[in-house]
């Protein structure tokens, strides 16, 4: 049967999978909620297309500080990519280069960070990072991956401490992988601040973008402390249960930073259209996660392809069926779906366009509120 959707991969994955790496893949933190309603969060959103606007041509490309990608759809960092297919990040990052996008590893990846740049010498990528204890263990680490040629320095914010994550509780999953790959458990420290962007900044040249940020005062802060970009995560639903989805996090985010540094959501896509939300509400690219590791499962580098190619032609029909034109300069007005908070069916704010592909969309979306 032909791979037509993520949701053949995800399928496809639970079926083959081990039932233990199944279930650390798709785990969220307690009861799921904020893993669930960052997929839900999308179905919320409703197009309003144009017509008639001449749809020949429809460029994706974009760039992120500076480099070019063919679409807005990057590879987010997660971890123990062998779990799902044995040359593990060496394939993500051939698949990641074949297709010429953003891939940011994770430092809890399954092979070196040589290995990983050997695979895909001429791919763009940035690393993620958690601060160990030992903070010379951390500098040592952005010292070689900036050697390496890793164009980014993405610093993790929101994991001080491990989310209860109850199945892989049930399934002794923390400690057994430790073992198996020789990890020291607790080693993140959790006296992490705001500081310790000024300590990185102090070690390395890379763009530092902080990963984890929900809420403007964060954003306002992010953008004080001198990082280059900002990726609005909630760890997929993986750390605090009962947050906000990442699309309805955005707003605020894009709203307070005003363009002075790139604003990028991960979290819930799954389809094309998704992307496209995203990027009218402001961001710049969309990160992917779990549908990452479908894609190995199912056929390692060949089986990421596919699902980036499906979002990649997924973005651009939707964009043909909403008629957006990457060169229209228009303001157009947002609606936001913060009322959803207090359970108010009304529109809470309008505000002054973001941009897509580097241009203005024109009255291209509404929330629908229930």
């Known amino acids: 049967m032909p791979m037509i959707c993520l949701s053949d991969f995800e399928d496809y994955a639970k079926q083959y999978l081990p039932k233990t790496t199944w279930d650390f893949f798709a785990a969220g933190a307690d009861e799921c909620c904020t893993r669930e309603d960052n997929i839900l969060a999308y179905k919320r959103i409703r197009f309003r297309p144009r017509m008639l606007r001449g749809m020949s041509v429809i460029d994706t490309k974009t760039t992120l500080l500076g480099t070019e990608i063919s679409f807005p759809v990057g590879i987010a960092p997660t971890s123990f990519h062998q779990l799902a297919w044995p040359d593990g990040e060496k394939s993500t990052a051939r698949a990641a280069a ?130 280059q970009g900002i990726i609005v995560s909630n760890h997929g639903g993986r750390q605090l249960d009962g947050g906000p989805a990442t699309i309805d996090a955005l707003v605020e985010v894009v709203d307070i930073v005003q363009d002075k540094v790139e604003v990028y959501v991960d979290g819930g896509i799954r389809t094309g259209s998704d992307v496209l939300k995203a990027l009218a509400l402001g961001a710049k690219c969309v990160f992917i996660g779990r549908p990452v590791l479908w894609g190995l499962t199912y056929k390692g580098e060949e089986g990421l392809r596919e699902v980036l190619q499906i979002l990649h032609d997924e973005l651009r ?48 979306i509404r929330t629908v509120l229930n």
């Open 98 to 227: 074949s297709m010429n996008t953003c891939y940011i590893t994770s430092t809890y990846s399954t092979c070196t960070v040589e290995e990983i740049a050997a695979a895909a010498p001429r791919g763009f990528r940035w690393f993620q990072l958690y601060i160990h204890r030992n903070r010379a263990l951390t500098a040592q680490l952005v010292q070689r991956v900036e050697a390496l040629g890793f164009q980014g320095l993405v610093f993790t914010a929101d994991l001080p401490y491990t989310g209860k994550r109850r199945v892989d509780i049930h399934n002794n999953f923390q400690e057994n992988i430790c073992t198996e790959y020789g990890l020291p458990p607790n080693f993140i420290d959790p006296s992490i601040n705001w500081n310790d962007i000024y300590w990185l900044k102090s070690l390395t040249r890379l763009p530092i973008i902080v990963k984890g940020i929900l809420t403007r005062e964060d954003a306002d802060l992010a953008v004080r402390h001198g990082v």
């Open 317 to 364: 029909l939707s964009m043909a069926l909403a008629e957006i034109l990457p060169s229209h300069r228009q303001r157009h007005t947002d609606i936001t779906n913060t009322c959803l908070i207090h359970c108010i069916a009304n529109f809470t704010k309008t505000r002054t366009g973001k941009t897509i592909f580097g241009h203005h969309l024109a009255n291209l």
